[in-house]
């Protein structure tokens, strides 16, 4: 069988000088995670006590809106997570 043809490099690469090297700070994002489970855990609770409470707590004006700033707690929880790197 016929061995295959090498190929010339006409040079090595060398790449493009650079007018100065940046750093890149990267910021601590140390605070995402427990802000994130913390939102979660109250919105769930909050929906868990209105339900347990028939509907009674945490505020009782709001009726069953009471679910909604549950879910608004979840959501801003999902919201906060975007930030986790």
């Known amino acids: 069988m016929p061995k295959s ?7 090595d690469y060398t790449p493009p000088s650079s007018k100065k090297a940046t750093n890149i700070k990267l910021t601590s994002r140390s605070w995402v995670a427990p802000v994130m489970l913390a939102m979660f855990l109250i919105g769930l ?20 809106w009471n679910i909604v700033v549950g879910f ?12 986790w790197k």
Request: charged content about 25%; hydrophobic content about 45%.
């Open 5 to 11: 043809r090498i190929r010339k490099k006409d040079d």
């Open 72 to 83: 608004g707690f979840i959501a801003a929880g999902f919201g906060v997570s975007t930030q």
């Open 45 to 64: 609770a909050w929906i868990v006590v209105f339900y347990v409470t028939d509907g009674k707590l945490p505020i009782d004006p709001l009726g069953n």
